[in-house]
């Protein structure tokens, strides 16, 4: 069964970091690029980037370049997303997925809550 | 980067009546080279993540119900679900892919009961 796992609901303050971990199972990791994306209220689904866990290449969207670095480790099949200078509009639910047609999400994560407080 | 425009942003169907949920790009999706328009449909629950129900603007990911079906091509496409079924309670986003990897979606419809 194709899985990927996400860690648990995170809280953190501002200014601070949060990574995220995504363990996949059920197909070979480093076949298919990580892609993630978040979800508000207020701006609905965001991409963020992806990692390619082959090479570990990544791509970023710019709104969140030089916060965000994604990272694919091959021994766990597990991918992470570390988002950095955390502010209050950053508390979202955060997905990894992947898919068979690029760029198409048609496996995602449960989703990981992660609220950004003072 | 492409905005991609839902419309409406809400609406009440009846138990097995049709629903149409419209989306347009900023430009266009279709690529030419490849005959095909870059354009995904999802659905999504609330406490779950969004579903693939339709890629390539007209064709149904795995498992997904015929009564479900895309069209439309270049900046404007629709989803259609030809009989509401309670079980389609959510709220349904379309996806551009044309520009990989700066992806955008939509702001999303939510489909009701009426």
């Known amino acids: 069964e194709v899985q990927l796992l996400q860690s648990g609901p995170e809280v953190k303050k501002p200014g601070a970091a949060v990574k995220i971990s995504c363990k996949v199972s059920?197909?070979?990791?480093?076949?298919?690029?990580i892609h993630w994306i978040r979800q508000t209220p207020g701006k609905g689904l965001e991409w963020m980037g992806l990692?390619?866990?082959?090479?570990?290449?990544?791509l970023y969207s710019g709104k969140f370049q030089g916060r965000v670095t994604l990272s694919g480790d091959r021994s766990t099949d597990t991918a992470f997303m570390e988002l950095s200078r955390l502010r209050t509009e950053d508390t979202a639910v955060y997905y990894c997925?992947?898919?068979?047609?690029?760029?198409?999400?048609?496996?995602w994560g449960q989703g990981t809550m992660v609220t950004v407080s003072s | 980067d492409i905005v991609m425009t839902q419309s409406p942003d809400s609406l009440a169907v009846s138990l097995g009546e049709r629903a149409t949920i419209n989306c347009k790009s900023s430009?266009?999706?279709?690529?030419?080279?490849?005959?095909?328009?870059?354009l995904a449909w999802y659905q999504q629950k609330p406490g779950h993540p969004p579903k693939l129900l339709i890629y390539?603007?007209?064709t149904r990911a795995s498992g997904v119900p015929d009564r479900f079906s895309g069209s439309g091509s270049g900046t404007d496409f629709s989803l259609t679900i030809s009989s509401l079924q309670a079980e389609d309670v959510a709220v349904y986003f379309c996806?551009?892919?044309?520009?990989?990897?700066?992806?955008?979606f939509g702001g999303g419809t939510k489909v009701e009961i009426k």
């Open positions: 059920g197909f070979t990791f480093a076949d298919y690029h």
């Open positions: 990692v390619d866990p082959e090479d570990g290449e990544t």
């Open positions: 997925a992947t898919g068979e047609v690029a760029s198409v999400f048609d496996m």
């Open positions: 430009q266009s999706l279709f690529y030419s080279s490849t005959n095909e328009d870059y």
């Open positions: 996806q551009q892919y044309f520009i990989t990897p700066l992806l955008t």
């Open positions: 390539w603007a007209s």
